[in-house]
């Protein structure tokens, strides 16, 4: 193996429960993104995390099906910001915030957080950032189209080759997630949005 050669990315929940790995092909195929959402802020600040403001939340754009989980997974958990957002992973032993995806493995997307992984210096630098505060109060996205065109060759891989069904987070049968989501109320979900 070369010495660039991707490798398997390991990763753990705060307090070592949960653990497993994204596959050297999700590490090498993924996109760093940074994100300044307040979604991506409310969530952290949901799990008592640091607050990331003014910095974002970094997430590592894969497919679920490059997500094993070898340890702890009775302590997978899922929450929603609202009752139609989307799932948002995290270990219940110890409420770290693993990974965002769609609804539906059928759109077979994870948003992993890159501060679970225990070595991310391999990954490279940040692709995209999106949502970034402008000082007239907007927000813009930096190389977008970097992250869209990722997501999608993914995406569109996973579908016809079939590994969208190889994912922790949802029963492929029936399309519903593992364990059921909590959703939020909406006077949590305003606390959380300064």
Same mark, same amino acid.
């Given at each position: 193996?070369?010495?660039?050669?991707?490798?398997?990315?390991?990763?753990?929940?705060?307090?070592?429960? *949960?653990?497993?790995?994204?596959?050297?092909?999700?590490?090498?195929?993924?996109?760093?993104?940074? +994100? &300044?959402?307040?979604?991506?802020?409310?969530?952290? *600040?949901? &799990?008592?995390?640091?607050?990331?403001?003014?910095? $974002?939340?970094?997430?590592?754009?894969?497919?679920?099906?490059?997500?094993?989980?070898?340890?702890?997974?009775?302590? *997978?958990?899922?929450?929603?910001?609202?009752? !139609?957002?989307? @799932?948002?992973?995290?270990?219940?032993? +110890?409420?770290?915030? *693993?990974?965002?995806?769609?609804?539906? $493995?059928?759109?077979?997307?994870?948003?992993?957080? @890159?501060?679970?992984?225990?070595?991310?210096?391999?990954?490279?630098?940040?692709?995209?950032?999106?949502?970034?505060?402008?000082?007239?109060?907007?927000?813009?996205?930096?190389?977008?189209?970097?992250?869209?065109?990722?997501?999608?060759? !993914?995406?569109?891989?996973?579908? @016809?080759?079939?590994?969208?069904?190889?994912?922790?987070?949802?029963?492929?049968?029936?399309?519903?997630?593992?364990?059921?989501?909590?959703?939020?109320?909406?006077?949590?979900?305003?606390?959380?949005?300064?």
């Amino acid at each position: 193996m070369g010495e660039n050669a991707p490798s398997d990315l390991a990763f753990s929940c705060t307090c070592g429960s *949960l653990k497993g790995r994204i596959t050297a092909k999700g590490a090498k195929s993924g996109t760093h993104v940074a +994100c &300044f959402c307040q979604d991506c802020r409310a969530a952290q *600040l949901y &799990f008592g995390q640091p607050d990331p403001a003014p910095g $974002p939340v970094e997430i590592l754009q894969i497919t679920p099906e490059e997500i094993e989980i070898e340890t702890g997974l009775e302590h *997978l958990a899922v929450m929603r910001l609202s009752p !139609r957002g989307m @799932l948002r992973w995290y270990a219940n032993c +110890c409420n770290a915030p *693993l990974a965002t995806t769609s609804r539906t $493995p059928k759109f077979p997307f994870a948003g992993f957080i @890159l501060q679970r992984i225990t070595n991310p210096q391999g990954l490279g630098p940040i692709t995209t950032r999106g949502f970034v505060p402008q000082p007239n109060g907007k927000q813009k996205h930096e190389r977008l189209g970097h992250a869209i065109f990722g997501m999608l060759n !993914r995406v569109a891989r996973s579908r @016809l080759s079939g590994s969208w069904k190889n994912t922790p987070f949802f029963n492929h049968k029936t399309s519903e997630p593992v364990v059921t989501p909590t959703v939020i109320s909406k006077s949590e979900r305003a606390a959380l949005y300064h």
